[in-house]
Every structure is written in C-alpha cells, then in structure tokens.
C-alpha cells in the first residue's frame, strides 16, 4: 500500500501556467520520498488555486474522471462521489453532505510564466 502525504515542498515547478485552460482544472501526482501527494490546480481566468485531492466528507479523491473537478458551468468544484460543492476561490463546501467544511488549500503561484508550489 503507498502511503499518502498532504503537502509539498514550496518551489516544485508544476508546468507552464498555460497547461491549464481557463475555467478547467489539472490533477497532479507528486512523489515525496517514498510517499505521494495528490492535488488538483483550477484555473479561473488568470487566477489559480490549489487544493488537495479528498474531499473532507468521505476522505476521497474528488474526480471519478481524470481532471473533472468542476460543474458543467464551471463555476464550482464538485466531489463526483455524493455530489458535494466547493467554492473554487476558498474551498468551502455550499453544498452537499459536507456543508460548512472546506477543502484543503494546496498553495500555488505563478512564477516567471509556471505554476509553482509556494
């Protein structure tokens, strides 16, 4: 069994801040020594935020399909296993069986046109 972990190391280059489109969202596997990290980046506009990939009701990675974190209008985040929502600017559940609990934050910046771990 590979063991999970919750954080990265400020400075890991993701990829180009164009490897995401607008309103679209990324996973992204890291491995950390001998354990792995599981994330997601969405990007609104020129805005990026990073969240780690379990959602705080069932402790479950949010996407059932790679890279399908948002709403059909892609105005928030959705957990694909009981339907909770995510705010994309804070993480905070509005609605769902987890309402009132938030995502965890994965900081993340651009730097010098990449998205970087902060």
């Not at 001998?34 to 949010?62: Q, S």
């Not at 995510?86 to 069986?97: E, H, N, T, Y």
């Not at 965890?104 to 902060?118: Q, S």
Request: charged share 15%; net charge neutral; with cysteine.
């Amino acid at each position: 069994m590979t063991t999970r972990v919750y954080a990265t190391p400020a400075g890991v280059k993701l990829g180009a801040k164009d490897l995401i489109s607008p309103d679209t969202a990324r996973n992204f596997v890291l491995q950390i020594g001998e354990a792995f990290f599981h994330g997601f980046v969405v990007r609104k506009a020129d805005a990026y935020y990073g969240y780690v990939d379990r959602c705080p009701h069932a402790g479950l990675p949010l996407a059932q399909e790679l890279d399908n974190y948002l709403t059909p209008r892609a105005d928030l985040i959705s957990c694909s296993w009981h339907g909770a929502l995510f705010q994309i600017s804070s993480g905070l559940c509005v609605g769902g069986p987890c309402a009132g609990q938030s995502l965890t934050p994965w900081p993340v910046r651009i730097e010098d046109g990449f998205i970087v771990t902060a």
